[in-house]
Protein backbone atom coordinates (compact mmCIF):
# COMPACT_ATOMS: atom_id res chain seq x y z
CA UNK A 1 0.00 0.00 0.00
CA UNK A 2 1.69 3.31 -1.08
CA UNK A 3 1.64 6.22 1.85
CA UNK A 4 -0.75 8.66 1.28
CA UNK A 5 -0.37 11.67 0.54
CA UNK A 6 2.84 10.91 -1.70
CA UNK A 7 2.92 13.56 -4.27
CA UNK A 8 5.04 15.22 -4.86
CA UNK A 9 7.23 12.79 -5.37
CA UNK A 10 11.00 13.70 -5.69
CA UNK A 11 12.97 11.42 -7.56
CA UNK A 12 17.37 11.74 -7.20
CA UNK A 13 19.18 10.02 -9.85
CA UNK A 14 23.09 10.23 -7.77
CA UNK A 15 25.83 9.33 -10.56
CA UNK A 16 28.84 9.59 -10.56
CA UNK A 17 29.98 12.99 -12.16
CA UNK A 18 25.88 14.48 -11.62
CA UNK A 19 22.77 14.10 -9.69
CA UNK A 20 19.65 14.36 -11.39
CA UNK A 21 16.90 15.56 -9.15
CA UNK A 22 13.05 15.99 -10.36
CA UNK A 23 9.62 16.62 -8.76
CA UNK A 24 6.71 14.28 -10.26
CA UNK A 25 2.95 14.80 -9.80
CA UNK A 26 0.22 12.64 -9.22
CA UNK A 27 -0.11 11.69 -13.38
CA UNK A 28 3.74 11.09 -12.63
CA UNK A 29 4.65 13.49 -14.91
CA UNK A 30 8.07 15.59 -13.87
CA UNK A 31 6.77 19.43 -13.03
CA UNK A 32 10.44 20.08 -12.30
CA UNK A 33 13.96 19.05 -12.66
CA UNK A 34 17.80 19.87 -11.96
CA UNK A 35 20.92 19.05 -12.31
CA UNK A 36 23.53 19.76 -9.41
CA UNK A 37 27.36 18.13 -9.18
CA UNK A 38 27.66 15.12 -6.94
CA UNK A 39 29.70 15.76 -4.40
CA UNK A 40 30.92 13.04 -1.97
CA UNK A 41 32.39 15.31 1.07
CA UNK A 42 28.65 17.07 1.70
CA UNK A 43 26.81 16.03 4.71
CA UNK A 44 22.95 15.07 5.35
CA UNK A 45 22.56 18.56 6.59
CA UNK A 46 24.36 20.49 3.61
CA UNK A 47 21.76 18.38 1.17
CA UNK A 48 18.81 19.36 3.09
CA UNK A 49 19.84 22.73 2.48
CA UNK A 50 20.36 22.31 -0.92
CA UNK A 51 16.99 20.53 -1.50
CA UNK A 52 15.11 23.21 0.17
CA UNK A 53 16.66 25.86 -1.49
CA UNK A 54 16.06 24.22 -5.29
CA UNK A 55 12.29 23.65 -4.09
CA UNK A 56 12.18 27.39 -2.95
CA UNK A 57 13.84 29.25 -5.67
CA UNK A 58 11.08 27.16 -8.28
CA UNK A 59 8.44 27.92 -6.04
CA UNK A 60 7.80 24.33 -5.47
CA UNK A 61 5.82 22.56 -2.91
CA UNK A 62 7.82 20.13 -0.33
CA UNK A 63 7.79 16.82 -1.45
CA UNK A 64 5.88 13.80 0.34
CA UNK A 65 7.76 11.12 -0.97
CA UNK A 66 11.22 9.72 -2.36
CA UNK A 67 12.58 7.55 -4.40
CA UNK A 68 16.77 7.50 -4.80
CA UNK A 69 18.82 5.35 -7.53
CA UNK A 70 22.66 5.63 -6.54
CA UNK A 71 26.12 4.77 -7.96
CA UNK A 72 28.00 7.01 -5.53
CA UNK A 73 28.13 5.56 -1.94
CA UNK A 74 27.72 7.13 0.33
CA UNK A 75 25.75 10.18 -1.56
CA UNK A 76 22.50 7.88 -1.61
CA UNK A 77 22.36 6.94 2.24
CA UNK A 78 23.12 11.09 3.17
CA UNK A 79 20.37 12.01 0.49
CA UNK A 80 18.23 9.61 2.91
CA UNK A 81 18.86 10.59 6.39
CA UNK A 82 18.51 14.64 4.67
CA UNK A 83 14.82 13.32 3.81
CA UNK A 84 14.71 11.80 6.92
CA UNK A 85 15.47 14.31 9.18
CA UNK A 86 14.40 17.61 7.63
CA UNK A 87 11.78 16.35 5.38
CA UNK A 88 9.80 13.29 7.50
CA UNK A 89 10.16 11.67 4.20
CA UNK A 90 11.23 7.61 4.40
CA UNK A 91 12.93 7.23 0.85
CA UNK A 92 12.66 3.78 -1.39
CA UNK A 93 16.56 3.10 -2.37
CA UNK A 94 16.36 1.23 -5.26
CA UNK A 95 18.71 -1.75 -5.34
CA UNK A 96 17.92 -5.24 -7.76
CA UNK A 97 17.06 -6.91 -4.46
CA UNK A 98 13.97 -4.66 -4.14
CA UNK A 99 12.44 -5.00 -7.60
CA UNK A 100 10.44 -8.19 -7.51
CA UNK A 101 8.78 -7.92 -11.33
CA UNK A 102 12.21 -6.90 -12.84
CA UNK A 103 14.32 -10.23 -13.80
CA UNK A 104 18.14 -9.20 -13.88
CA UNK A 105 19.90 -12.22 -15.84
CA UNK A 106 23.72 -11.69 -15.01
CA UNK A 107 26.05 -13.86 -12.87
CA UNK A 108 25.59 -11.58 -9.82
CA UNK A 109 21.97 -9.62 -10.24
CA UNK A 110 22.53 -7.12 -7.32
CA UNK A 111 26.05 -6.22 -8.40
CA UNK A 112 24.58 -3.97 -11.60
CA UNK A 113 24.69 -0.35 -10.86
CA UNK A 114 20.56 1.03 -9.95
CA UNK A 115 20.62 3.49 -12.47
CA UNK A 116 20.88 0.67 -15.53
CA UNK A 117 17.62 -0.61 -13.62
CA UNK A 118 15.78 2.90 -13.88
CA UNK A 119 17.19 3.12 -17.65
CA UNK A 120 15.20 -0.34 -17.73
CA UNK A 121 11.91 1.37 -16.74
CA UNK A 122 12.76 4.12 -18.83
CA UNK A 123 13.21 2.20 -21.82
CA UNK A 124 9.51 0.84 -21.52
CA UNK A 125 7.94 3.16 -23.42
CA UNK A 126 9.61 3.12 -25.95
CA UNK A 127 9.39 -1.16 -26.64
CA UNK A 128 5.66 -0.86 -27.76
CA UNK A 129 7.01 -2.21 -31.40
CA UNK A 130 10.32 -4.00 -30.16
CA UNK A 131 11.06 -6.75 -28.09
CA UNK A 132 14.20 -5.09 -27.05
CA UNK A 133 16.05 -1.65 -26.47
CA UNK A 134 19.33 -0.88 -25.68
CA UNK A 135 19.70 2.25 -23.47
CA UNK A 136 23.41 4.33 -23.96
CA UNK A 137 23.77 5.98 -20.74
CA UNK A 138 26.59 8.53 -21.80
CA UNK A 139 27.89 9.99 -18.21
CA UNK A 140 30.90 9.29 -16.33
CA UNK A 141 31.03 5.71 -17.73
CA UNK A 142 28.94 4.85 -20.69
CA UNK A 143 26.72 2.16 -20.09
CA UNK A 144 24.94 -0.12 -22.87
CA UNK A 145 21.87 -1.29 -20.95
CA UNK A 146 20.74 -4.47 -23.12
CA UNK A 147 16.85 -4.79 -22.17
CA UNK A 148 14.16 -7.52 -23.21
CA UNK A 149 10.24 -7.06 -22.91
CA UNK A 150 8.71 -8.29 -19.83
CA UNK A 151 11.05 -6.70 -17.64
CA UNK A 152 14.00 -8.36 -18.39
CA UNK A 153 17.94 -6.64 -17.57
CA UNK A 154 20.01 -8.87 -19.96
CA UNK A 155 23.55 -7.51 -19.55
CA UNK A 156 25.39 -4.97 -21.41
CA UNK A 157 28.48 -2.90 -21.79
CA UNK A 158 30.34 -0.62 -19.65
CA UNK A 159 32.92 1.77 -22.01
CA UNK A 160 35.42 4.75 -20.23
CA UNK A 161 33.12 8.11 -20.61
CA UNK A 162 34.16 10.35 -23.39
CA UNK A 163 35.36 12.87 -20.63
CA UNK A 164 37.45 10.17 -18.28
CA UNK A 165 39.02 9.48 -22.06
CA UNK A 166 39.91 12.95 -22.91
CA UNK A 167 40.79 12.98 -19.14
CA UNK A 168 42.98 10.65 -19.31
CA UNK A 169 45.24 11.37 -22.59
CA UNK A 170 45.37 15.42 -21.22
CA UNK A 171 47.07 13.85 -17.98
CA UNK A 172 49.57 11.63 -20.08
CA UNK A 173 50.53 14.06 -22.86
CA UNK A 174 52.61 16.88 -21.76
CA UNK A 175 51.57 19.08 -25.09
CA UNK A 176 47.91 18.60 -25.76
CA UNK A 177 46.06 21.36 -24.74
CA UNK A 178 42.00 20.70 -22.61
CA UNK A 179 39.74 21.37 -25.11
CA UNK A 180 35.88 21.39 -25.14
CA UNK A 181 34.44 18.24 -25.58
CA UNK A 182 32.16 19.31 -29.34
CA UNK A 183 32.25 18.18 -32.94
CA UNK A 184 34.78 20.13 -35.31
CA UNK A 185 33.05 20.76 -38.62
CA UNK A 186 34.94 18.04 -40.28
CA UNK A 187 36.99 14.56 -39.75
CA UNK A 188 40.16 15.80 -40.66
CA UNK A 189 41.66 18.19 -38.20
CA UNK A 190 43.93 21.38 -39.19
CA UNK A 191 45.11 21.89 -35.98
CA UNK A 192 45.92 20.04 -32.82
CA UNK A 193 42.34 21.52 -31.00
CA UNK A 194 40.32 20.10 -33.94
CA UNK A 195 42.11 16.74 -34.40
CA UNK A 196 41.48 15.81 -31.01
CA UNK A 197 37.77 16.81 -30.71
CA UNK A 198 37.69 14.86 -33.86
CA UNK A 199 39.39 11.58 -32.20
CA UNK A 200 37.39 12.21 -28.87
CA UNK A 201 33.93 13.06 -30.68
CA UNK A 202 34.09 11.12 -33.81
CA UNK A 203 35.83 8.49 -32.58
CA UNK A 204 33.10 7.96 -29.48
CA UNK A 205 30.40 8.16 -31.95
CA UNK A 206 31.95 5.41 -33.80
CA UNK A 207 32.82 3.57 -31.14
CA UNK A 208 29.01 3.41 -30.06
CA UNK A 209 27.24 2.72 -33.28
CA UNK A 210 30.02 -0.51 -33.61
CA UNK A 211 28.97 -1.66 -30.37
CA UNK A 212 25.25 -1.12 -31.17
CA UNK A 213 25.98 -3.25 -34.26
CA UNK A 214 27.44 -5.93 -32.67
CA UNK A 215 24.87 -6.07 -29.61
CA UNK A 216 22.26 -6.35 -32.43
CA UNK A 217 23.87 -8.72 -34.12
CA UNK A 218 23.61 -10.88 -31.20
CA UNK A 219 19.75 -10.11 -30.48
CA UNK A 220 16.82 -11.71 -32.31
CA UNK A 221 14.83 -9.18 -33.30
CA UNK A 222 15.74 -5.73 -33.92
CA UNK A 223 16.24 -3.54 -31.25
CA UNK A 224 15.01 0.27 -30.38
CA UNK A 225 18.02 2.37 -29.56
CA UNK A 226 17.50 5.16 -26.75
CA UNK A 227 20.74 7.55 -25.76
CA UNK A 228 20.55 9.54 -22.35
CA UNK A 229 22.93 11.48 -19.87
CA UNK A 230 25.28 14.38 -20.07
CA UNK A 231 27.73 13.14 -22.63
CA UNK A 232 24.09 12.59 -25.33
CA UNK A 233 23.68 15.88 -26.47
CA UNK A 234 26.63 16.07 -28.13
CA UNK A 235 26.70 13.03 -30.31
CA UNK A 236 22.88 13.62 -31.38
CA UNK A 237 22.72 13.78 -34.90
CA UNK A 238 25.79 12.23 -34.97
CA UNK A 239 25.48 8.89 -33.37
CA UNK A 240 23.32 6.88 -36.34
CA UNK A 241 22.37 3.82 -34.61
CA UNK A 242 20.32 5.96 -31.90
CA UNK A 243 16.95 6.39 -32.93
CA UNK A 244 15.56 8.47 -30.45
CA UNK A 245 17.30 10.76 -27.42
CA UNK A 246 15.55 11.18 -24.16
CA UNK A 247 17.59 13.30 -21.37
CA UNK A 248 15.10 12.46 -18.73
CA UNK A 249 15.17 8.63 -19.51
CA UNK A 250 16.97 7.58 -16.06
CA UNK A 251 14.99 10.09 -14.01
CA UNK A 252 11.33 9.09 -15.83
CA UNK A 253 12.75 5.31 -15.36
CA UNK A 254 13.05 6.13 -11.40
CA UNK A 255 9.59 7.59 -11.18
CA UNK A 256 8.18 4.76 -13.07
CA UNK A 257 9.99 1.90 -11.21
CA UNK A 258 8.40 3.83 -7.58
CA UNK A 259 5.05 3.70 -9.27
CA UNK A 260 4.75 0.24 -10.36
CA UNK A 261 6.82 -1.53 -7.05
N1 LIG B 1 25.31 20.07 -20.01
C1 LIG B 1 26.19 19.25 -20.60
N2 LIG B 1 26.45 19.37 -21.92
C2 LIG B 1 27.34 18.55 -22.52
N3 LIG B 1 28.01 17.57 -21.89
C3 LIG B 1 27.78 17.42 -20.60
C4 LIG B 1 26.86 18.24 -19.88
N4 LIG B 1 26.83 17.84 -18.61
C5 LIG B 1 27.69 16.80 -18.53
N5 LIG B 1 28.28 16.57 -19.72
C6 LIG B 1 29.25 15.51 -20.06
O1 LIG B 1 28.58 14.30 -19.71
C7 LIG B 1 29.44 13.42 -19.00
C8 LIG B 1 28.91 13.16 -17.60
O2 LIG B 1 27.54 12.86 -17.70
P1 LIG B 1 26.61 12.77 -16.44
O3 LIG B 1 25.27 12.36 -16.96
O4 LIG B 1 26.69 14.03 -15.67
O5 LIG B 1 27.35 11.59 -15.66
P2 LIG B 1 26.94 10.65 -14.46
O6 LIG B 1 25.66 9.95 -14.84
O7 LIG B 1 28.10 9.70 -14.35
O8 LIG B 1 26.80 11.50 -13.24
C9 LIG B 1 30.78 14.06 -19.04
O9 LIG B 1 31.44 13.52 -20.18
C10 LIG B 1 30.49 15.55 -19.24
O10 LIG B 1 31.51 16.19 -19.96
C1 LIG C 1 28.51 1.70 -14.61
C2 LIG C 1 28.32 2.80 -13.59
C3 LIG C 1 29.68 3.20 -13.03
C4 LIG C 1 27.71 4.02 -14.31
O1 LIG C 1 27.70 5.14 -13.46
P1 LIG C 1 27.66 6.63 -14.04
O2 LIG C 1 28.57 6.69 -15.22
O3 LIG C 1 26.23 6.87 -14.47
O4 LIG C 1 28.06 7.52 -12.93
C5 LIG C 1 27.33 2.36 -12.49
O5 LIG C 1 26.12 1.94 -13.07
C6 LIG C 1 27.90 1.27 -11.63
O6 LIG C 1 28.70 1.53 -10.76
N1 LIG C 1 27.49 0.00 -11.90
C7 LIG C 1 27.92 -1.16 -11.17
C8 LIG C 1 28.45 -2.23 -12.08
C9 LIG C 1 27.45 -2.79 -13.09
O7 LIG C 1 26.41 -2.17 -13.35
O8 LIG C 1 27.70 -3.90 -13.60
K1 LIG D 1 26.27 6.30 -16.90
Known amino acids: MLPVPAFPLLAVDIGNTSTVLG???ESLNLTHTWRVRTNRDVLPDDLALQLHGLFTLAGAAMPRAAVLSSVAPP????????LKRHFMIDAFTVSALNLPDVSVELDVPDAVGA???CNLFGAERYMKNHEYAVVVDFGTSTNFDVIG???RFLGGVLATGAQVS???LFSRAAKLP????EAPATAIGKNTTHALQSGLVYGYAEMVDGLLRR???ELPAEAVNIATGGFSRTVQGICQEID???ETLTLRGLVEMWASR
Do not use: M, P, T
Open 23 to 25: LAD
Open 75 to 82: VGENYALA
Open 115 to 117: DRL
Open 149 to 151: KGR
Open 166 to 168: ADA
Open 178 to 181: RISL
Open 215 to 217: IQA
Open 244 to 246: YYD
